[in-house]
């Protein structure tokens, strides 16, 4: 199976979650609205699906997946269809529901992430919404990091025998985008990050291993792998970082 | 299989899409929180499995739903898990992915009709952010309810031989939770709302279809079936609503 990526060209946001798993699994895929619009990419090809009135089942926003004639959208549930087949996820249905669990709590931080910035609507800059953006980061730094990260921390240490992985005792989607959250993070909130990193050994721990596996190492390398910048969900603006 | 629901009592919130789910299946369920603490309910049930340290694997946030040994957080994920227990869901793979897409796009503007009168933080009071939220309450109807409106009205408009369902040609977990959405927006934003109705001649439908299936009229009728108020997602304040 061929896959077919479809999302923003320039910015890893939501697509990089479907794309740390086909990488770790060394699966073929097209990164489509990235070739060239000669080639088939390009905005045009990312708008086909979402614009087209013959797609009978037309997904609502990139990111999206086309694996041969199945459309499938929603980050998570991309990654829910996508774990058993690049073996990324615990065969049994228990693990599988966990997995899919933390993937949308992981999703919840990421939104929360995104809205800091864009406190009153995604149609405005962020210089339109600077004060409240201030305002929100406050709340986000103190509050809400800390909740979400103290429960995946938890997560890690009640997961004994697992060998440092979040599902199971194996890599699954979850760690990797465990991985990616975390780093988006780092990038975002850098000073408030590194004053709470004592408190997180096995999260970091976790990132560290996920970096170092062979096909993950050897795309952070390429360039394939995007950079966080300020048209993305994690964006560093110095004065959100308090 | 008994389920037992645990959800916060005193709102709908998310636990009314599980709600809907078991009251038209039928199915036999506790709604543990609503029970007096003397019969194992109240607050101190709902937190046991968030807090104690011997449950490997706690659910960040409610609701979440015990089935036997286990239980599954997140709304979406409940319904996924739900959905073909309760023959609420299409039986191929292709159908429930596009269910699940859907439930989970419904869960998006979910999130965002509760942000507009929390654009700040969740540990403020409204009162203490209604200035940002009547900002942000001009984008979510001008922009955003049209937006995703357009979009499930357009996903009906596709589902040729559906018979007015969302998924398939018979009622699933996501026409339900799309009943309980349009009533929630409905609540939160009358006058939007009815100023835009004529738009939505397929919605509306559904939402008829659904209020008279027998199961979900009794259900409506009792007093399982919370109100909407202003300690829920989806809150009346007339000057959001412009």
Not at 60 to 78: E, H, R, S, W
Not at 150 to 174: K, Q, T
Request: positive net charge.
């Amino acid at each position: 199976m061929r896959y077919e990526l479809y999302y923003w060209d320039g910015i890893p946001g939501r697509g990089e979650f479907v794309r740390l798993a086909l990488e770790e699994a060394g699966a073929a895929y097209m990164d489509v609205a990235r070739l060239p619009q000669g080639r088939g990419g390009g905005v045009s090809a990312l708008m086909h699906f979402m614009r087209d009135a013959a797609v009978k089942r037309p997904p609502f926003a990139p990111p999206y997946l086309k694996a041969g004639n199945l459309i499938v959208g929603q980050t998570a549930n991309i990654l829910l269809f996508l774990g058993p087949r690049l073996r990324l996820v615990p065969k049994d249905e228990a693990r599988r529901l966990w997995a899919h669990q933390l993937q949308l709590t992981i999703a919840d931080l990421v939104d929360e992430a995104h809205d800091v910035h864009h406190p009153i609507g995604t149609s405005l800059y962020y210089e339109e919404q600077k004060r409240e953006a201030r305002r929100a980061a406050k709340h986000f730094t103190s509050e809400r990091i800390p909740k979400f990260l103290d429960y995946f921390e938890r997560v890690l240490e009640r997961n004994r025998g697992g060998r440092g992985h979040m599902v199971g005792n194996a890599i699954s989607y979850v760690d990797l985008s465990m991985f990616q959250l975390i780093a988006g993070l780092c990038y975002a909130f850098p000073r408030n990050m590194a004053r709470r990193a004592r408190r997180y050994p096995r999260l970091i721990a976790l990132c560290a291993m996920v970096a170092q596996r062979p096909n993950i190492a050897a795309y952070l390398q390429s360039e394939r792998r995007l950079e966080f910048n300020e048209d993305g969900i994690f964006r560093h603006y110095p004065e959100l970082d308090v």
